[in-house]
């Protein structure tokens, strides 16, 4: 059983950062493809960013590729989404998914482990 835990969520001004954090309780946590999404109020939950094992193989939704960067520190078996330049639309929900098996896709069924999700609001 894997747990995640996403922090740093909150409030920023449009054009700000803020970077979330996702702490697993994963034994081999470099084992396993992680990802983040994001659920806007009323809409469908939307694939933002994965990374397969390391830093090095990463990928990212179109509207997030040059402002978001995922990352992973797997010594302290966490996954991190720097965001920058943030907007309005970037507001929601933003959850953490991991993938024991196979490699990152934004297909969300393909994960196995979800966080509780952490609140991102950018004001305009």
């Known amino acids: 059983q894997v747990q995640l835990v996403e922090s740093g969520g909150g409030l920023v001004q449009a054009g700000g950062s803020l970077r979330l954090s996702c702490a697993a309780s994963?034994?081999?946590?470099?084992?396993?493809?992680m990802a983040w999404f994001r659920q806007a109020p009323g809409k469908e939950r939307e694939f933002v960013a994965g990374?397969?094992?390391?830093?090095?193989?990463?990928f990212y939704a179109d509207s997030v590729k040059g402002r978001f960067i995922i990352s992973r520190d797997n010594a302290k078996n966490t996954v991190y989404l720097q965001m920058n330049s943030l907007q309005p639309e970037d507001t929601a929900v933003y959850f953490c998914?991991?993938?024991?098996?196979?490699?990152?896709?934004?297909?969300?069924?393909?994960?196995?482990?979800w966080g509780q999700g952490t609140q991102v609001t950018v004001s305009s």
């Open positions: 998914a991991a993938r024991a098996y196979g490699l990152a896709s934004e297909d969300l069924g393909h994960y196995r482990y």
């Open positions: 990374d397969n094992w390391s830093s090095i193989s990463t």
């Open positions: 994963a034994y081999r946590f470099s084992n396993y493809a």
